[in-house]
């Protein structure tokens, strides 16, 4: 007796191997996102007022 070799995969096995690397993919953008709100990047010590009130008169 000779095996039935399936060449295709049924859309079964298609759509669940799509949907966990899916999850997969979703589950490490939310992990990098925490993980660069764990960052803490260097801001400006004191703000900036720039005055343009002449600026805008002169137009």
């Known amino acids: 007796m000779q095996l ?5 995969p049924s859309l079964g096995t298609t759509l669940v191997k799509t949907f966990i690397k ?11 996102i925490f ?7 260097p801001s400006p010590k004191q703000k900036y007022n720039i005055d343009i009130t002449n600026d805008i008169k002169k137009l």
């Open 4 to 8: 039935k070799y399936n060449r295709q």
């Open 22 to 32: 899916l999850l997969i993919a979703i589950v490490i953008f939310i992990l990098a």
């Open 35 to 41: 993980l660069i709100e764990k960052i803490k990047f």
